[in-house]
Structure formats: C-alpha cells, structure tokens
Nanobody, 124 residues
Framework: QVQLVESGGGLVQAGGSLRLSCAAS????????MGWFRQAPGKEREFVAG????????TYADSVKGRFTVSRDNAKNTVYLQMNSLKPEDTAVYYC?????????????????WGQGIQVTVSS
C-alpha cells in the first residue's frame, strides 16, 4: 500500500509556472513508476506525464511536451511536475498515481494508487 499526497497547486496567470509535488508514504517509493494525470470539468481524466522507477525514462502528452517536466527524488519519496508557460486549457485537477508494474503507462486504469488531486487554475 502507498499513500500519495499532492501539493503546490493554485491560481496562476497564463504564461506563469507552478511546481506540483507528490509525496509518497508506505511501501518503497522506488518500486513504482509514477504518472501525472489531470481532469478538467466535463472531460475525461487524461495522461499528462510519466516517469520510470529510476527516473531514467520520461514521457509526456503532446499537449504539454516542451512545457512540463516530470522528475523524482527517490530519497525524498517525491515526484514533481514542473509546469511552465501555463495556458488556460491546463486548468484542471491534477492527480499523481503509482504503478507497481514499472510500465510508464498512459492508461489511468493501469495505476493502482492515486492521490486526492489538487486544483490548478490558469487565468487568461
């Protein structure tokens, strides 16, 4: 079992930056591939970014590629999402998720553990 808690969300103007953090507790954090997802009102949850257990592999949705960066610090049991050049369409609740299979999967149903989500609002 692992518990995930996101932090760092909030309100930012378009063009601004935020860094989300996801702190994990419970079983060994380095055993999990990690993903970031988001869900906007009236839309399905979508994949944003993912990172392998070691951090050596990352992947991004096309909509955020070049603007967002996912990273992790296994010593601190934390995964990060640095979001730059934010756009109003990035407004959503952001979730971190853990996958024990070490597959950086874009499918939300492949992730066993989820945080409670955190709101990110980008004003125009």
């Amino acid at each position: 079992q692992v518990q995930l808690v996101e932090s760092g969300g909030g309100l930012v103007q378009a063009g601004g930056s935020l860094r989300l953090s996801c702190a994990a507790s419970g079983r060994t954090f380095s055993m999990y591939a990690m993903g970031w997802f988001r869900q906007a009102p009236g839309k399905e949850r979508e994949f944003v970014a993912g990172i392998s257990r070691s951090g050596g592999f990352t992947t991004y949705a096309d909509s955020v590629k070049g603007r967002f960066t996912v990273s992790r610090d296994n010593a601190k049991n934390t995964v990060y999402l640095q979001m730059n050049s934010l756009k109003p369409e990035d407004t959503a609740v952001y979730y971190c998720a853990a996958n024990t299979a070490n597959v950086v999967d874009r499918r939300s149903y492949e992730y066993e553990y989820w945080g409670q989500g955190i709101q990110v609002t980008v004003s125009s």
